[in-house]
């Protein structure tokens, strides 16, 4: 082959090769700013894009996730001068990638010494203890703050999170000896209160068993009075009967005396009888009446007959 057949042979491979470099391909997620003759000529979003060999250049390729950038700790002071370490951790979205490669050098170093000088000023108009249970309302401020001076160079801080809060070593003490009488004190806090819940318990059952005694003795007792009410009665009841029943047989007794038809010697005796039971052995005095004294001879005189008969 002659050397003017090489020479095509090269002159065409450059000119692919240029081609080739002529066309890009964007990823997802991301974009290209694309300047010509170095000054900014476009913003290539996702796909394939064609540049003009040798005066368009790719001059930046933007990242479009959310990322994330943990801080080194920063000195800062409070309010009541209390020089603590705070480390803190920001969420940012690049929105304008024209604005993002010419808004400022260095942008992630400008995020961070903007997020310390932040840090500071919010910090120093607070106190140690509002510091430490505040962070939601520092993490909200720096948020803010933030957004609003890295918007002009298409940034967006979504989010800041103050990662950790190192005080000095003696306040760390302090702290420590704080939450240990903190959790001192309610332990006996919990231990009162148990022992005072114990103690009404305790109150309560010996109340509710002197009430139960006191009913049960009151329906004892009440038993107890139905139980001799009920036994009076009966007695009464027994007592009526037999009141009755001799009664009845004194009735008996006079009809029986009525249907015999006696003469007046039995009967005189019948009342001889009736006194000797009336005085039963007990009387020291006894004054008979005439007609009995002279039942006395009759009752003689039958006992005489009754032994002369034998």
Same mark, same amino acid.
């Given at each position: 082959m002659e050397p003017?057949g090489y020479v095509?042979?090269?002159?065409v491979v450059?000119i692919l090769l240029?081609?080739?470099?002529?066309?890009k391909i964007v990823?997802q997620?991301q974009a290209?700013?694309?300047e010509r003759l170095?000054?900014?000529?476009?913003?290539?979003?996702v796909g394939?894009?064609?540049?003009a060999?040798?005066?368009?250049?790719v001059a930046k390729?933007?990242l479009? /996730?959310e990322q994330?950038?943990?801080?080194a700790?920063?000195?800062?002071?409070? /309010?009541?001068n209390?020089t603590m370490?705070i480390?803190?951790v920001?969420f940012?979205?690049?929105?304008?990638p024209?604005l993002?490669?010419y808004?400022?050098?260095h942008?992630?170093?400008a995020?961070?010494?903007?997020t310390?000088?932040t840090?500071r000023?919010i910090?120093?108009?607070?106190e140690?203890d509002?510091?430490?249970? =505040?962070r939601?309302?520092?993490?909200?401020?720096?948020?803010? =703050?933030?957004?609003?001076?890295t918007?002009p160079?298409g940034?967006k801080?979504?989010?800041?999170?103050?990662k950790?809060?190192?005080?000095?070593?003696?306040?760390?003490?302090?702290?420590?000896?704080?939450m240990?009488?903190?959790?001192e004190r309610?332990?006996?806090?919990?231990?009162?209160e148990?022992e005072k819940?114990?103690?009404?318990l305790?109150a309560?059952g010996? /109340?509710?068993?002197a009430?139960l005694?006191a009913?049960a003795?009151?329906?004892a007792?009440?038993?107890?009075a139905?139980a001799k009410k009920?036994a009076?009665i009966?007695e009464a009841?027994?007592?009526?009967?037999?009141i009755?029943?001799?009664?009845?047989a004194?009735a008996?007794?006079?009809?029986a005396?009525?249907?015999?038809n006696?003469?007046?010697?039995?009967?005189?005796?019948k009342s001889l009888?009736?006194?000797?039971?009336?005085a039963?052995?007990?009387?020291? /005095?006894?004054?008979?009446?005439?007609?009995?004294?002279g039942?006395?001879?009759?009752?003689k =005189?039958?006992?005489e007959v009754?032994?002369k008969?034998?």
């Amino acid at each position: 082959m002659e050397p003017a057949g090489y020479v095509a042979i090269a002159f065409v491979v450059v000119i692919l090769l240029i081609l080739a470099s002529c066309i890009k391909i964007v990823p997802q997620a991301q974009a290209f700013v694309v300047e010509r003759l170095g000054g900014y000529q476009a913003t290539w979003s996702v796909g394939v894009h064609l540049k003009a060999p040798f005066i368009d250049k790719v001059a930046k390729k933007v990242l479009l /996730k959310e990322q994330v950038v943990d801080f080194a700790p920063q000195p800062v002071i409070t /309010k009541d001068n209390v020089t603590m370490r705070i480390d803190t951790v920001v969420f940012f979205q690049i929105t304008d990638p024209k604005l993002y490669a010419y808004g400022v050098e260095h942008p992630i170093m400008a995020i961070e010494n903007l997020t310390a000088t932040t840090l500071r000023n919010i910090i120093g108009d607070l106190e140690l203890d509002q510091t430490l249970t =505040s962070r939601e309302i520092i993490n909200t401020k720096m948020r803010v =703050s933030l957004d609003q001076a890295t918007d002009p160079w298409g940034i967006k801080v979504n989010r800041v999170e103050l990662k950790n809060i190192i005080p000095p070593a003696a306040i760390q003490d302090a702290m420590e000896k704080q939450m240990k009488a903190e959790r001192e004190r309610r332990e006996a806090i919990l231990r009162a209160e148990g022992e005072k819940k114990s103690t009404i318990l305790v109150a309560e059952g010996k /109340k509710e068993s002197a009430i139960l005694e006191a009913e049960a003795e009151k329906e004892a007792a009440i038993l107890r009075a139905e139980a001799k009410k009920e036994a009076t009665i009966r007695e009464a009841e027994g007592q009526a009967q037999a009141i009755i029943a001799v009664q009845q047989a004194n009735a008996d007794g006079i009809r029986a005396l009525n249907e015999a038809n006696p003469n007046n010697s039995v009967i005189q005796l019948k009342s001889l009888e009736a006194f000797s039971k009336a005085a039963d052995g007990k009387a020291t /005095k006894i004054i008979i009446p005439s007609e009995i004294q002279g039942l006395a001879g009759l009752a003689k =005189s039958l006992t005489e007959v009754a032994g002369k008969d034998a």
